[in-house]
């Protein structure tokens, strides 16, 4: 844009004045040093203008980047969440599993004990079979 400004306005002071295929008013048309105070005011003009356009998109830009790290942080924050969410609900089925294991042992446990005191009676009974047989035999 500025390029293109610049174009028109040094067309403007070779041509007397006239800017842009129409007239600047009476004292441009006039030419003269009024002419070229009145092209350097409309110059000064535009030249502020735009500057004040860069700084503006430049604050734009700068607060864009504000709110994106603003939004990556956000973002961050509930990942995090999540994550502590995550590991919460981990542990709480860690720990339901860990309880299950512990009863399934004591079951365990207590079923090696059936086993034996069954085995155990077996053996008595067996014994007890066996004095029968001898007993019967003699």
Known sequence: MATWMSRVLVAALKD??????????????????LGK???AKEEQYF?????????????????G?????????DQLEEMVTR?????????????YHKEEMEMHRKEYEHHLERIVYHNDKE??????M???RDDEED
């Not at 007397?16 to 040093?33: F, K, P, Q, T, V």
């Not at 053996?123 to 007890?128: D, G, H, I, S, V």
């Open 16 to 33: 007397g004045g006239r800017l842009c295929h129409g007239y600047g008013g009476s004292i441009r048309e006039a030419g003269g040093s």
């Open 37 to 39: 105070r009145a092209v």
């Open 47 to 63: 030249w502020e203008q735009e500057r004040r356009q860069i700084l503006q998109l430049r604050e734009e830009l700068r607060k």
């Open 65 to 73: 980047r504000l709110d994106s790290k603003l939004q990556c942080k």
């Open 83 to 95: 994550q502590k969410e995550q590991i919460a609900e981990h542990q709480r089925r860690a720990q």
């Open 123 to 128: 053996q008595k009974l067996r014994e007890k």
């Open 130 to 132: 066996s004095k029968l």
